[in-house]
Nanobody, 123 residues
């Protein structure tokens, strides 16, 4: 069993940066880790994932602005978000361990979820 707790969400102006953290209880060293986001009235969508060899995968439209990383010693993974825009406003969720033998960006593939942290970007 893995429990995930996000932190780092905040309200920022357009062009600003935030770093989200996801702390895990339980062993995550061999697990796929990811970040998703959900804006009001929209489906939850993948942002980035990172596998146990630190290979990363990003939603195409977010490449360059967001960086996912992991620190296995701290049981934590991160999402660095730069040049934030109002359309990035959403609840951000971290996730861990896929039920399929791939590190995907598909929400239904993930077994464990955090409670979410709010990111709000004003123009």
């Amino acid at each position: 069993q893995v429990q995930l707790v996000e932190s780092g969400g905040d309200s920022v102006r357009a062009g600003g940066s935030l770093r989200l953290s996801c702390a895990a209880s339980g062993y995550i060293h061999d697990k796929c880790l990811a970040w998703f986001r959900q804006a009001p009235g929209k489906e939850r969508g993948g942002v980035a994932s990172i596998d146990d060899d630190a290979r990363t995968n990003y939603k195409d439209s977010l490449k360059g602005g967001f960086t996912i990383s992991r620190d296995n010693a701290k049981n934590t993974h991160y999402l660095q978000m730069n040049n934030l825009q109002p359309e990035d406003s959403a609840m951000y969720y971290c996730a861990a361990e896929t039920t399929v033998p791939l590190c995907t960006l598909i929400s239904v593939d993930f077994r464990y979820w955090g409670q979410g942290t709010q990111v709000s970007v004003s123009s």
